[in-house]
């Protein structure tokens, strides 16, 4: 079970856990105006980027973005995505070469930061910005950790706001003065531009989509790919399987393969890994009274371990998403990215970036572990605790 840093503050009211199928999907998409978002975690970092909005300003902002990352506007950041991917390809033939030990958690930070920044502003990452932008890292996970207070959370993590806040004035400018990059203009453009025509579209609500943006589209993608590698360690039959089938013929089936291992790590450490939501109307959930005033916790991380849903559902098995049968038909029983009009924006870049690193990485590359975490952190994300070491050595055929 997931452990709390600190005690949570006293509530005024009862808490209810939701983890049925059923009851999820009331909750999250059959009345999400019922059961809404209070405060997000997050807000600290993220101000009213669209993860923490509310009501018709949260409608404008998620309008504005949506069709970015979905269907034609996707296509918009394959090139991106892959140019990202090639770069840890490189990367990865280095340390294949002098056999150095390297931490792949960190690698896979690097990676879809590179992707997401590469998708913001059409430039590749550099050293510095990798460097400054670790502290979009350093507070959320230190945000279960902070004082209950806004005031005294604030003073301690105020270095790393500055430097994202110093980071994100410089990419703002450069949007909006300076040359596109390599690839034309990226979604940072998008927002800029808006800020012509929409005055509620202000630098600082500008900084944070940005750096709302830069913490989803980098922190969740890292944190599966690190657990789908060490995974693929603790399970070395389905990592054969995995070398053999993203190496081999036919790009259907080997996206397919990679698709199925990216699909059953997210069932076992989900990016969104609890959904809190407050009840504002009196209701009847899954045959419960609930009072308006509940404080309700969806809980994906449960609802993808229930052994009614799941056989051996603590077992790694990618093949559940290989076959027709293989996984719950109720779409409340698998929602890594939540479910209904608050589901993650960035669901199909995510997936997306993944599969494509994990082409490349793949048929070339398997990290031997020196060490792996014993337990999980449950923070914004259920991230392995600890670092990952590990140097190359040849895949498994």
Known sequence: MPRWHRRPPPRAGPTVLVTGPQAVQHVLARHPEWYVERSHRARLLIGDGVLSGTG???????????????????????????????????????????????????????????????????????????????????????????????????????????RIDAVARHAIEAARSGPAGPDGPGLLHVLTEAATERPEYTDRLIRDELVTLLMAGHETTATTLTWLYLLLDRYPAAAREAAVAAGGEGPVQRRQAIQALVHETLRLYPSAWILPRYATEDDTLAGYAIAAGTDILVCPYLTHRDPKLWPEPEQFDPRRFMTPDGRPAHPGAYFPFGVGSRACLGLQFALRESSVLLEHLLPAYNPAFRSTPTKAAYGITVRPDGPTPAPLKPPLT
């Open 56 to 162: 018709a300003a949260w409608k404008q902002q998620r309008r504005l973005l949506q069709g970015r990352f979905t269907g034609t506007g996707m296509r918009r950041y394959e090139r991106r995505i892959t140019e990202a991917a090639r770069t840890t390809a490189e990367r990865w033939a280095g340390y294949a070469r002098t056999g150095q030990t390297f931490d792949v958690g960190l690698e896979m930070r690097r990676f879809a930061l590179d992707a997401i920044w590469r998708s913001l502003t059409g430039h590749p990452l550099d050293d510095r910005t990798d460097r400054e932008l670790a502290a979009v890292g350093a507070v959320a996970a230190a945000l279960p950790t902070l004082p209950a207070d806004a005031t005294d959370a604030r003073e301690a993590i105020a270095a790393d706001p500055a």
